[in-house]
């Protein structure tokens, strides 16, 4: 009974900041390594950042130095702040779940637009 569950998600204006949520519940949280993807229209899924459960970090080029993926384990979220947002930004934003190479759980999405 894993879920995910992504919030924070809307109309920004180019050069302005969002910050995502995922709520995981059902898991032991802290065991899982921690993914945000995105899926802009008509293009592939692609890894956004993605955190360990020894929170070490790693950003796709595209969003490094503008993004930043943390993680609160008390409160089992993962979060994404963006920063100096860009239209192609502009995307699907889901939250994944890793655990070794046997459990994988996906969240459903929450919608990023940037534009003016």
């Known amino acids: 009974q894993v879920q995910l569950v992504e919030s924070g998600g809307g109309l920004v204006q180019p050069g302005g900041s969002l910050r995502l949520s995922c709520a995981a519940s059902?898991?032991?949280?802290?065991?899982?390594?921690m993914a945000w993807y995105r899926q802009a229209p008509g293009k592939q899924r692609e890894l956004v950042a993605d955190?360990?459960?020894?929170?070490?970090?790693n950003y796709a080029d595209s969003v490094k130095g503008r993004f930043t993926i943390s993680r609160d384990n008390a409160k089992s979220t993962v979060y994404l702040q963006m920063n100096s947002l860009k239209p192609e930004d502009t995307a699907v934003y889901y939250c994944?779940?890793?655990?070794?190479?046997?459990?994988?759980?996906w969240g459903q999405g929450t919608q990023v637009t940037v534009s003016s």
């Open positions: 059902g898991m032991i949280f802290r065991l899982y390594t």
């Open positions: 955190i360990t459960s020894g929170g070490s970090t």
């Open positions: 994944k779940a890793v655990h070794g190479w046997t459990a994988n759980y």
